[in-house]
C-alpha cells in the first residue's frame, strides 16, 4: 500500500480515533474536580496513579465507536503505538518530579501526556494534532503560572477545554476516500 492509503486505512479503522481523547479528557476532568476536594499531595497522587485508567476507559469508549485502538496491520498505527511508549518513557521524568520537585509534575505531566498528538497530526496530515499539542503546552504553561494555588484544576480544566476542541475537529472534519475495501487492504483485515 503506499502512504496515502495506509493513512486512509489507519483513519476507516481507528473511526475518527476518538476513544483516546474522550477518555483522556474523562480522565483530566475527574483530576481536576478531585483536586477541589483533597490535598495537593493527594491530588498528585491520583494524576499519576489515574493515569492508569485512560488506557481500559478508552477501550470501553473504542467498543460503543467501534474503533480499532491499536492495530498491528497498519504500519501507521504502530507508529502511534511508538509514540504513545515515548511519551510513558517520561515517567523516567515524572517520577523524581513527584519526588523531589512535585510543584512541577502537574506542568511535566500535563504536557508529556500530550506531545504523542504532533506524530498522530503527520499521520492523518491535518494540523488538529500540532494545534491540540501547541494549544495544551501554552495554556498549562500560562495555568501553572497563574494558579500556583490551584494548578492541578487550572490544568486540568484547561486540558480538556483543549480536548474539547479538538474532539470537536475530529468529529467535523470529513474522512479521506478509503478505496482498500475495493482493494482488500489492510482494513478489511481489521474489520
Not at 474522550?22 to 493527594?42: F, H
Not at 486540568?156 to 479521506?176: A, E, T
Amino acid at each position: 500500500m503506499t502512504l496515502e492509503e495506509l493513512r486512509a486505512d489507519f483513519e476507516w479503522s481507528a473511526k475518527r480515533s476518538l476513544s483516546m481523547p474522550i477518555a483522556g479528557a474523562i480522565y483530566w476532568l475527574v483530576v481536576a474536580i478531585v483536586s477541589t476536594q483533597v490535598p495537593v499531595s493527594a491530588g498528585l497522587l491520583v494524576l499519576l496513579f489515574g493515569s492508569g485508567l485512560i488506557f481500559p476507559i478508552a477501550l470501553l469508549i473504542s467498543k460503543i465507536t467501534k474503533e480499532v485502538v491499536f492495530s498491528s496491520k497498519n504500519p501507521l498505527a504502530k507508529l502511534m503505538g511508538a509514540s504513545v511508549l515515548m511519551v510513558n518513557l517520561l515517567w523516567a521524568v515524572h517520577i523524581p518530579l513527584f519526588l523531589y520537585a512535585p510543584e512541577f509534575l502537574t506542568l511535566s505531566f500535563g504536557i508529556g501526556l500530550g506531545l504523542h498528538w504532533v506524530v498522530y497530526s503527520w499521520i492523518i496530515q491535518h494540523p488538529l494534532g500540532l494545534i491540540h499539542a501547541g494549544l495544551r503546552t501554552a495554556l498549562i504553561l500560562v495555568m501553572w503560572f497563574s494558579f500556583p494555588e490551584s494548578r492541578i484544576l487550572a490544568v486540568g480544566v484547561s486540558i480538556v477545554f483543549v480536548y474539547c476542541l479538538s474532539i470537536w475537529q475530529m468529529i467535523s472534519r470529513p474522512l479521506p476516500h478509503n478505496n482498500l475495501s475495493q482493494k482488500g487492504g489492510a482494513s478489511d483485515a481489521s474489520s
